[in-house]
């Protein structure tokens, strides 16, 4: 419809109640401890700061897993699976990480993941040694991704935060060799030390793979949004309530990160 400051327009269609959708999850594997599920309804606007949302979750325990949510069956609307290791309630769970699957369809009220075929590489929790300047990155599993991306922090004087990050092609363990980028040109002096300035920061490493990229030489013209691409994150900085929640490019986007 087309509107015009002080016209009218005429609804038409009828009253659409929420609807159920159901997904079926199979294949978890043993690196799968817990599945949740979120759907967003993208032709909405913002609600209280993030788009409509409905959430499950589910231990799968190895087997098939089946996870319902009340939602509008709207034109499109997004399915983002979230792949944890530790099962919900799990003790003693030392693993970090998690994998998420976004993909965008249409107004169906069923949804079906091979979760095997679909996941990417598992990362396992990053080693950072600040003798050798060494993050290793573990890795199982194999299959091609878009981008690699590996971080490391310090805060100097409880003050100041210093980034450094590498991107590549390949999961890869990084040697930063020159460290450099502190006031003065001074590599980090770690706690403990002396003088001790330095505090060491969480260091992570992270993958993803979107069919809206293509591979590591499209990838690399824009590293930041090809993160965010594969991520397919619900907006960051929250937007303000009314404001449109931003739309990433890709029908189906995996993203994992460690640390």
């Known amino acids: 419809a087309t509107f015009t400051s002080g016209g009218t327009a005429t609804v038409t269609d009828t009253w659409h109640a929420l609807a159920t959708v159901t997904a079926t999850y199979t294949n978890p594997g043993t690196k799968v401890g817990n599945i949740q599920l979120d759907r967003f309804v993208s032709d909405l606007p913002v609600v209280a700061g993030g788009a409509l949302r409905s959430t499950a979750t589910m231990n799968p325990a190895g087997g098939t897993v089946t996870l319902s949510v009340t939602s509008p069956l709207a034109s499109q609307a997004m399915m983002r699976t979230i792949l944890s290791p530790c099962a919900i309630n799990a003790p003693n769970c030392s693993a ?49 991704i878009d981008i690699f ?81 594969c991520e397919q994150p619900e907006g960051s900085p929250t937007p303000p309530p009314g404001t449109p929640v931003r739309r990433y490019g890709g029908t189906v986007n995996r993203f994992m990160q460690s640390q």
């Not at 075929?117 to 993050?135: F, N, R, V």
Request: with cysteine; proline share 9%; aromatic share 6%.
């Open 149 to 229: 991306e590996a971080d490391l922090a310090y805060t100097r004087n409880n003050t100041v935060l210093h980034v450094w990050r590498v991107f590549g092609p390949n999961i890869m363990d990084i040697h930063f060799a020159n460290l450099l980028a502190l006031p003065g040109g001074e590599s980090p002096i770690p706690c403990p030390g002396t003088p001790c300035t330095d505090v060491q920061g969480v260091h992570h490493a992270r993958i993803g793979d979107s069919d809206a990229i293509g591979g590591y030489r499209p990838a690399r013209q824009n590293v930041f949004d090809s993160l965010e691409t």
């Open 96 to 144: 970090t990480g998690s994998q998420l699957i976004t993909q965008a369809l249409d107004s169906s009220p069923s949804y079906a993941l091979d979760i095997a075929a679909k996941t990417l590489p598992w990362l396992g929790t990053t080693i950072y040694d600040p003798t050798t300047t060494i993050l290793t990155v573990p890795a199982t599993g194999t299959g091609p």
